[in-house]
C-alpha cells in the first residue's frame, strides 16, 4: 500500500505542470503581528488555531 501510494505521487508529480514564480521583494512589516509572521510563523499560525478552537467551544478550557 505505501509502495503504491509512493508510486502514485512520483507519478503525479512527473506528470504535474511546473510553473514559475516571479520572485518580488517584499515590502518591510507594517505591524507586530506581521513581524511576528516572519520570524515565527509556526508559532503564530499555531497561536491562531488555538484561538479560533477556543472560540468556537471545540476544547475544554
Not at 500500500?1 to 518580488?24: D, I, K, S, W
Not at 506581521?34 to 478550557?61: C, T
Amino acid at each position: 500500500m505505501v509502495t503504491g501510494g509512493v508510486y502514485y505521487l512520483e507519478c503525479a508529480m512527473r506528470a504535474a505542470v511546473q510553473v514559475e514564480f516571479e520572485r518580488t521583494a517584499l515590502e518591510p512589516a507594517q505591524s507586530p503581528a506581521e513581524l511576528a509572521w516572519y520570524y515565527r510563523p509556526a508559532e503564530v499560525f499555531l497561536r491562531q488555531v488555538i484561538d479560533a478552537r477556543s472560540q468556537r467551544g471545540l476544547w475544554h478550557n
